[in-house]
């Protein structure tokens, strides 16, 4: 049973709008489908990666919409412990990530715990949640129905960030079975961020894709890898 339909094709098509679907399956799944990037719009919404601090103030939480009894709380997700990064016996790099884990706190903390994110992403996530709320609150926080994002691309980055926003929402989200599966997404968390999300996230990502590697700190380092190779080259007299 489809629930909700929002194909974007009626009217002008605008930066910070994706299209999705929601619906209820017979085996009391609820499907979130989110639509990958397709116009020129959401390719403006793709570029638009400076990373923002969420905040759900910011973007007009209003706390008498949700379930959760901490309304003046800041329910965030963390590693429980620091990333490592070690080189192994065998030449390898390892990189072992932290635990998740929900922190609550009865007042603002300072931003090295922040959860952090796509800003264009950012808000797509923000206009969905507005949208399927009510439904996630019906069937999944009140009867127990599990919760399936998924999507490609752009999709696979808003249903990802979604994704927490939801569980900072409602709790309740927690304990219930919800998943993630996103196709080939871009860069869209904080790396504890992404760490903490990794226990519900499946992502699937071509070897040869560019775009889960499109970021801006990925551009920078490869603009300035490409600035020493140049230079290498016109040293050696081979520039083109």
């Known amino acids: 049973e489809i629930l909700q339909h929002n194909s974007l094709l009626e009217g002008p098509v605008k930066p910070g709008h994706v299209g999705h679907y ?14 990958g990037t397709s116009s020129l719009e959401d390719l403006a919404t793709d570029c638009c990666g400076r990373p923002i601090t969420y905040d759900e103030n910011h973007f007009g939480f209003d706390p008498s919409e949700s379930n959760n009894s901490v309304e003046e709380a800041r329910i965030e997700v963390r590693a429980t412990v620091p990333p490592t990064v070690s080189i192994n016996d065998e030449g390898c790099v390892e990189i072992e990530s932290g635990l998740e884990h929900i922190w609550v706190e009865d007042q603002d903390n300072t931003d090295d715990y922040a959860v952090r994110c796509h800003e264009g992403i950012l808000i797509c996530a923000k206009r969905i949640l507005g949208q399927i709320q009510s439904i996630v609150r019906t069937h999944v926080v009140d009867q127990g129905y599990q919760l399936l994002l998924c999507g ?10 979604l994704a927490v926003l939801l569980r900072s929402r409602y709790p309740a989200l927690i304990e219930c079975d919800m998943k993630v599966i996103a196709f080939a997404p871009p860069p869209v968390l904080s790396h504890d961020t992404a760490v903490a999300a990794s226990s519900y996230t499946i992502s699937i990502v071509n070897n040869a894709d560019v775009i889960p590697r499109m970021s801006l700190a990925n551009l920078a380092v490869s603009l300035e890898f490409l600035g020493i190779l140049s230079a290498e080259l016109q040293e050696h007299g081979l520039a083109p």
Not at 22 to 35: L, N, S
Not at 152 to 161: C, K, R, T
């Open 22 to 35: 929601v619906a209820v399956r017979r085996d009391k799944i609820v499907v979130v489908a989110i639509r």
């Open 152 to 161: 490609h691309s752009l999709g696979a980055g808003v249903a990802s960030v």
